[in-house]
Nanobody
Framework: QLQLVESGGGLVQPGGSLRLSCEVS????????IGWFRQVPGKEREGVSC?????????YADSVKGRFTLPRDNTKKNTVYLQMSSLKPEDTAVYYC???????????????????WGQGTQVTVSS
């Protein structure tokens, strides 16, 4: 059974950085798609970033381009990271990672195609 566990959230000042981790268990990360989403109360969950292993595609929402990245650690192949820099108060949200497995698409799935979700981690950007 595929499981996702996010970590790394917290309180950070505007302009600061955080790195979220999404540890994937139950599978070996081949032919997958991993997406990062965020949600604030009263609003729909929105896509932040994603990666498709098959096509190598990585996508970023316009609101985070140039500030968020998806670094990889080859020593931790079952962990996907979201590096967040130059954080703004409007980045405050609960962040979720999601997985679709197996996934052979060149591009990332759309939100309703993700079958597996983590429990979420709170990110608060405030002075």
């Amino acid at each position: 059974q595929l499981q996702l566990v996010e970590s790394g959230g917290g309180l950070v000042q505007p302009g600061g950085s955080l790195r979220l981790s999404c540890e994937v268990s139950g599978i070996t990360l081949d032919y997958y798609a991993i997406g990062w989403f965020r949600q604030v109360p009263g609003k729909e969950r929105e896509g932040v970033s994603c990666i498709s292993s098959s096509g190598g595609a990585t996508n970023y929402a316009d609101s985070v381009k140039g500030r968020f990245t998806l670094p990889r650690d080859n020593t931790k192949k079952n962990t996907v990271y979201l590096q967040m820099s130059s954080l703004k108060p409007e980045d405050t949200a609960v962040y979720y990672c999601a997985a679709e497995y197996p996934w052979y698409g060149h591009d990332c799935p759309v939100i309703y195609e993700y079958d597996y979700w983590g429990q979420g981690t709170q990110v608060t950007v405030s002075s």
